[in-house]
């Protein structure tokens, strides 16, 4: 496994360019070692079950795919949210999941005490994560809607961008909530939308959230929003 301290955010190589981005959000390193941190054995087994449901959900002929959804390592993000309850300040206690899928990584974060909100704008995704949630009888909250906030469409230098079109009302109106009262916000990005993920962060988030992003195989990625330097 790279160790995640390296100097490499999503396939870009060096600091400089991923902080164009905004100088509100600083890069966190989590130590590599945390790849060989074991699961306990109830969230292992959970874990299996659930990427045999979601083998199942990809290998049917009778719907169309949903080409959107590609399921992530649960056991890395596991280690690392455990990593982040264990030694990070956090501003709440508030975790969402941008495009929760099967909400597997929010019934994990609930699983690990946090206050749990998915959003997903699948109405088949949605229901298969109603489910996983049932599965593991945790409390999280799902919602169908877009996970971008009202105007976050602009900070997209790429209209094409596959976050971008949903054309279902916004989640946060349905929540009575708004992306600054969340202090931890979760996202697996499309290969090419990582900018735009930190991006709508960094313009929305609070002072002091953290924003985990999970790029690809050993490639996941911590930043805290900073607050502005007052002059």
């Known amino acids: ?39 306990p054995s ?22 169309p795919q949903i080409e959107q959804f590609v399921a992530a390592d649960f056991r890395h993000v596991y280690q690392a949210l455990t990593w982040i309850k264990k030694t990070q300040s956090l501003i709440g206690n508030r975790f ?14 609930s699983q690990l005490g946090f206050d749990v909100i998915g959003i997903e704008s699948e109405r088949d995704l949605l229901r298969e994560g109603e489910l996983t949630v049932q599965q593991w ?12 906030p009202h105007g976050a469409e602009s900070l997209a230098e790429d209209p094409g961008l ?6 279902v009302p916004s989640a946060y109106e349905m929540l009575g909530l708004d992306l600054d009262d969340f202090a931890v916000v979760y996202a697996y990005p499309w290969p ?40």
């Open 42 to 63: 109830d969230i292992e087994q959970r874990v299996a079950t659930s990427l045999r449901r979601i083998e199942a959900f990809q290998d049917r002929w009778d719907r």
């Open 96 to 109: 969402l999941e941008w495009g929760c899928g099967f909400a597997v990584v929010a019934s994990i974060a």
């Open 192 to 231: 090419g939308e990582d900018d735009f993920h930190e991006s709508v962060f960094d313009h929305f988030a609070a002072a002091g959230a953290m924003l985990l992003l999970f790029c690809g195989p050993n490639d996941i990625r911590l930043w805290r929003k900073q607050q502005r330097a007052v002059r």
């Open 162 to 167: 596959p976050s971008l079109g949903h054309a």
């Open 137 to 148: 009888n945790v409390p999280v909250e799902l919602i169908h809607g877009n996970f971008l």
């Open 1 to 39: 496994m790279l160790p995640l301290c390296a100097p490499t955010f999503c396939g870009r190589t060096d600091f400089s360019t991923a902080l164009e981005v905004s100088a509100l959000i600083t890069p966190v390193a989590i130590p590599s070692e945390i790849d060989q941190w074991p699961l």
